[in-house]
């Protein structure tokens, strides 16, 4: 089964999200402006990371409750078509559909992660989806929960950040390195340049089993 990651795997969030946080924060007295690095080094990172990524000098309470805030407004954004997709995303997974099983584990939410199935309009080809948040578990522990629950020997995990990495070595699947994504220079056995990439080294390493 190939999994993938979300933010910087398969979308491109970052402009979304940012504008959902100048939206929600600008004329917050109590909060500092958030920049766009910001956002971007933030991608990948759990919910209470995050809160304390974006909004260091607050309160653990009230930075989450802001958070959830900036989330439901970047909800909004990618619903009413603020997104971007990965050249190729599309195609490359309709054809790996054909003969893989395909599913989605990100840090995120399982509303997240359906959001992208219905405005990529790709819902049809994954077989399943968990966002760790919504289970309060690790990124790993969700790669393992979709595994069993598909009822998957092995798997792959597609994704761009050190995280993601950690993760699929926790699981114990194989990691491929999205070095479109954030992270550009993870130390990985496997890495694509572009997902459409990705059916060729899938071949390249079955090859070398």
Known sequence: MILFDLDGTLWDTINATYQATLNITLHRKDVNK??????????G?????????????????????ILNHINKETMKLLNSGKTKFYVGMKKTIKKLSQKY???????N????????LETSKLTKYFKDY????????????AIKLILERNKQAK?????????????????????????????????????????????LLLNKIEREK
């Not at 958030?34 to 991608?43: A, C, D, F, L, R």
């Not at 990172?45 to 409750?65: G, I, Q, V, W």
């Not at 939410?109 to 992208?116: G, H, I, P």
């Open 45 to 65: 990172l759990t919910f209470s990371e995050n809160a304390k990524h974006y909004m260091p000098t607050l309160e653990k309470e009230r930075r989450e409750e």
């Open 155 to 199: 798997g792959y995990y597609v994704g761009d950040t050190q995280k993601d990495l950690e993760a699929a070595n926790e699981a114990q699947v194989i990691f491929i390195h999205a070095q479109y994504g954030i992270d550009k220079n993870l130390v990985t056995k496997y890495k694509i340049k572009k997902i459409i990439f990705l059916p």
């Open 130 to 141: 968990i966002g760790a948040a919504s289970y309060n578990i690790t990124k790993g522990e």
């Open 101 to 107: 099983a395909l599913g989605i584990v990100t840090n």
């Open 109 to 116: 939410n399982d509303e997240y992660a359906k959001t992208f």
């Open 34 to 43: 958030i920049s766009k690095k910001t956002v971007k080094t933030g991608m």
